[in-house]
């Protein structure tokens, strides 16, 4: 075995083992489009590459990580979206999306309301969040949900949910930020 032996995961078959790690581009729109930069950027990649895995994708609005990152928190996100995973493909290359919310540590830049698990602020750039009710729970885990299907719409082969840096689910796995007692 040598990092140019291909491989089976699930049902995606990759010719080899260089997989490229989600990687913010900093250039989505105001409103968290993705633009021709991200195709072209994708697109190079998947040259060399067996799979190519798109940048933290915000499920909220109110979750955004940047205020210059991609979303796909409405329906209409799918469209340009749907450019990158094309042009992937069109390279014979699968492509999968990393779905995030940022919870404490979303941009205060485009953020309406704060939400974490406990009200503990990540530091004084982001501020205080509120603790999520199970009403908030529910929601972002039906946000999730869209956004899957969304992203199955758009053309993608999987999806990686973002559960590290510090970001809404790492929050909860973490005791310095979840300090919840109820289930
Ligand atoms: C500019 C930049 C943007 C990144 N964006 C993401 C991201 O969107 N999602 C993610 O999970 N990791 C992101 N990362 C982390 C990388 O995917 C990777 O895990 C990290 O660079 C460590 O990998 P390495 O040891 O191969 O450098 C980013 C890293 C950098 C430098």
């Given amino acids: 075995m040598t990092i140019n032996t291909p491989i089976q995961i699930g049902g995606i078959s990759l010719k080899n083992r260089l997989i490229m790690a989600p990687l913010q581009q900093y250039a989505g729109t105001p409103d968290g489009f993705a633009t021709k930069h991200h195709t072209e950027f994708y ?25 210059n990152d991609i979303g796909i928190f409405t329906d209409h996100h799918i469209e340009s979206l749907k450019k990158i995973t094309e042009a992937v493909h069109a390279k014979q290359t699968p492509i999968f999306i990393q779905l995030s ?7 205060p830049l ?29 929601q972002v885990a039906e946000q999730y949900r869209i956004a899957a299907k969304r992203s199955v719409i758009a053309g993608f082969d999987g999806i990686e949910i973002h559960a590290a840096h510090g970001f809404l689910i790492h929050q909860f796995l973490s005791p310095l930020s979840n300090h919840r007692i109820d289930a």
């Fill in 43 to 67: 697109s190079r990649r998947a040259n060399h590459v067996s799979l190519v895995i798109v940048e933290s994708t915000a499920v909220s609005d109110s979750g955004r990580l940047f205020n």
């Fill in 101 to 107: 919310h940022g919870g404490r540590k979303s941009s």
């Fill in 110 to 138: 485009v953020t309406q309301k704060l939400i974490a698990p406990s009200p503990i602020a990540y530091d004084e750039h982001y501020g205080s969040p509120e603790a999520m009710s199970l009403a908030d729970i529910q």
